[in-house]
């Protein structure tokens, strides 16, 4: 399968931990975006990657989130000291010109 | 700003009916609109995208006319099937999505 594949697809944390979700995304792919959706939602763009460089932000995006894309290839996002408000789903997308191919998401669970 | 606003679901039809899912947005610039379909358990998918005013998209028997004077993409079917129950967003470009509508087709 060479679609947009993402790591853990489940992870249940205590509150105060931080956790890492990874992207891989459709190789050759430029672009890569990361999203946040929680039940009854649309996704919420977080932040997106041209190559290596990341080009934009949501205000949604704390400081307690980071993202990298270190050689353009694949993708980490980073939660620092998680908190019950940031269960959700983190979807990652990928895309070389306007058609974005979703990865099936890392449910975060923050107990 | 931008955003995206789609008609609240649940949209429960019976097989062969006539569907509708409206979405209107607001936009600065003339960015591309698009239909994503989510199944149940499955990832989102693109379901048909116009990239300018009257563009139609179509795919799978759905269209969706991209209509600048009234700022909407409705998503329509004339004959849904069973197997079209999922949720539908409406997106506008890559960083706006409405809600989504869940569809239920009955047979």
């Known amino acids: 399968d060479t679609g947009v594949s993402q790591d853990p697809r489940h992870k249940i944390t205590k509150r105060g931990q931080n956790v890492t979700f990874r992207c891989d995304p459709i190789s050759e792919h430029n672009r890569l975006y990361w999203y946040r959706q929680t039940l009854g939602q649309g996704p919420e763009f977080l932040t997106y990657f041209q190559n290596e460089a990341q080009l934009e932000k949501s205000r949604l995006l704390s400081d307690r989130f980071s993202a990298e894309r270190p050689k353009g290839s694949f993708s980490t996002l980073e939660i620092q000291r998680t908190e019950q408000g940031d269960s959700a789903m983190y979807l990652c997308?990928?895309?070389?010109?306007?058609?974005?191919?979703f990865g099936e998401g890392s449910w975060l669970t923050v107990v | 700003g931008n955003s995206v606003t789609q008609m609240e679901g649940p949209v429960t039809l019976s097989e062969e009916a006539f569907l509708t899912i409206n979405c209107t947005y607001t936009a600065t610039g003339y960015p591309s609109l698009f239909w994503y379909v989510q199944y149940p358990g499955e990832g989102l998918q693109l379901l048909l995208k116009a990239t300018k005013a009257d563009d139609k998209g179509s795919n799978k028997g759905f269209e969706a006319t991209y209509r600048k004077e009234t700022t909407s993409f409705h998503l329509e079917k004339g004959s849904v099937q069973v197997s079209d129950s999922a949720v539908y967003f409406c997106?506008?470009?890559?960083?706006?999505f409405g809600s989504g509508t869940k569809l239920n087709v009955k047979p």
């Open positions: 997308a990928s895309s070389s010109w306007d058609t974005i191919y």
């Open positions: 997106a506008l470009s890559e960083f706006y």
